[in-house]
């Protein structure tokens, strides 16, 4: 059986969220280090300059890229690593007047949005250890920095990591946990409480849409529709917990006899509509049989005594994707068909 497949929102509103945070790194960010890249370069300052050019360069070619492959991960990628290197150069140059520490704090928190919980905490791990071993390790870089000003930056720094990463990682787990429970609600609605198979909401709600997007792994795809034979008779005579008893079974039934890629859904009170995708009409054909003689066969213990429930069955073919509906009722008709003609009949 299918199982319900829900699309959640929240990975579109996460890939949005980093599209932001990348056009604002490129864009917002790039512009303002190519406009001190600019000034350097008029006052002669030819490394910082080219630090500060490269970046700009670097991050709106990134953009670029993103804007032309659509591949928002590898740009991610691609956007941190640059973000780090900007850092590790800036720290060892100094930047203008031994100012380059001030640079640092905002990038931790970008890392992440970029990169996720995960991946973030060990980029910004990484840099944290290079940017100590520059800092702390004397003659190692040209920069000049007071050995009160690189021990309180660190410091803070590692608190900024800290907060982002608390930060982050809640955010994330609060996202999953609604993802979760939306996920729920949604495949509680579109199933039958009872034989616990999809309904004919899920039918309208999910089929339909994902027939249109991806039609190649459904079509062409078989239609059948089942009707339990004489179901009122069996209420009237044994109950309707009796009923019950038996459409969970004949669902039970259709779980075990039909392939995993097939659908089976309840879509009225002893009405079952099996969706069988790659599957031609003479092959829907011999499936209904099976499940037919099988049902037919099996036996329903009904107050300590075998009863024989038996089905009645339409079958057609959907061959396009705008054709469920008519499908649908084509093999709704064939039914009645069966049903006239003396039930337990495939049609």
Same mark, same amino acid.
């Given at each position: 059986?299918?199982?319900?497949?829900?699309?959640?929102?929240?990975? #579109?509103?996460?890939?949005?969220?980093?599209?932001?945070?990348?056009?604002?790194?490129?864009?917002?960010?790039?512009?303002?280090i190519?406009?001190?890249?600019?000034?350097?370069?008029?006052? #002669?300052?030819?490394?910082?300059?080219?630090?500060?050019?490269?970046?700009?360069?670097?991050f709106l070619?990134?953009?670029?890229?993103?804007?032309?492959?659509?591949?928002?991960?590898r740009?991610?990628?691609i956007?941190?690593?640059?973000?780090?290197?900007?850092v590790?150069?800036?720290?060892?140059?100094?930047?203008?007047?031994?100012?380059?520490?001030?640079?640092?704090?905002? +990038?931790?928190?970008?890392? +992440?949005?970029?990169?996720?919980?995960?991946?973030?905490?060990?980029?910004?791990?990484?840099i944290?250890?290079?940017?100590?071993?520059?800092l702390?390790?004397?003659?190692?870089?040209?920069?000049?920095?007071?050995?009160?000003?690189?021990?309180?930056?660190?410091?803070?720094?590692?608190?900024?990591?800290?907060?982002?990463?608390?930060?982050?990682?809640f955010?994330?787990?609060?996202?999953?946990?609604?993802?979760?429970?939306?996920?729920?609600?949604?495949?509680?609605?579109?199933?039958d409480?009872?034989?616990?198979?999809?309904?004919?909401r +899920?039918?309208?709600s999910?089929?339909?849409?994902?027939?249109?997007?991806?039609?190649?792994?459904?079509?062409?795809?078989g239609?059948?529709m089942?009707?339990?034979?004489?179901?009122k008779?069996?209420?009237?005579?044994?109950?309707?917990?009796?009923?019950?008893?038996?459409?969970?079974?004949?669902?039970?039934?259709?779980?075990?006899?039909?392939?995993?890629?097939d659908?089976?859904?309840?879509?009225?009170?002893?009405?079952?509509l099996?969706?069988?995708?790659?599957?031609?009409?003479?092959?829907?054909?011999?499936?209904?049989?099976?499940?037919r003689d099988?049902?037919?066969?099996?036996?329903?213990?009904?107050?300590?005594?075998?009863?024989?429930?038996?089905?009645? +069955?339409?079958?057609t073919?959907?061959?396009?994707?705008?054709?469920?509906?008519?499908?649908v009722?084509?093999?709704?008709?064939?039914?009645?068909?069966?049903?006239?003609?003396g039930?337990?009949?495939v049609?």
């Open positions: 059986m299918i199982l319900f497949e829900s699309d959640s929102q929240g990975h #579109k509103i996460d890939n949005d969220r980093r599209e932001y945070i990348l056009s604002f790194v490129s864009y917002i960010s790039g512009a303002i190519l406009f001190y890249g600019l000034r350097h370069l008029m006052l #002669k300052n030819t490394s910082l300059a080219l630090i500060l050019l490269s970046a700009s360069t670097a070619l990134t953009v670029g890229y993103y804007r032309w492959s659509k591949n928002i991960e740009a991610c990628l956007e941190a690593l640059l973000v780090a290197l900007f590790l150069a800036l720290v060892f140059h100094g930047g203008y007047a031994n100012t380059a520490l001030y640079w640092v704090f905002p +990038f931790p928190a970008i890392l +992440f949005g970029l990169l996720g919980v995960r991946n973030a905490a060990i980029g910004n791990t990484l944290l250890v290079l940017l100590a071993i520059m702390f390790v004397d003659g190692l870089i040209p920069a000049q920095y007071r050995p009160e000003e690189t021990s309180r930056f660190f410091a803070s720094v590692v608190i900024v990591v800290m907060v982002s990463w608390i930060n982050d990682y955010r994330e787990r609060s996202h999953q946990k609604m993802d979760v429970l939306q996920a729920t609600r949604e495949k509680q609605a579109n199933t409480p009872l034989t616990l198979l999809p309904n004919r +899920f039918i309208d999910h089929l339909g849409r994902d027939l249109a997007h991806r039609p190649e792994e459904f079509l062409p795809m239609v059948v089942c009707d339990i034979d004489h179901f008779r069996l209420n009237d005579q044994f109950g309707h917990h009796t009923g019950d008893l038996v459409l969970k079974q004949v669902a039970e039934h259709f779980r075990k006899a039909l392939r995993r890629q659908i089976a859904c309840r879509t009225g009170g002893e009405e079952f099996l969706l069988l995708p790659k599957t031609d009409l003479n092959d829907a054909r011999l499936v209904a049989e099976k499940v099988q049902l037919a066969r099996q036996p329903f213990i009904i107050k300590e005594k075998e009863h024989p429930i038996t089905a009645s +069955f339409g079958v073919v959907c061959e396009t994707a705008d054709a469920l509906a008519s499908s009722e084509q093999a709704d008709e064939l039914l009645y068909r069966s049903k006239q003609s039930r337990n009949k049609s």
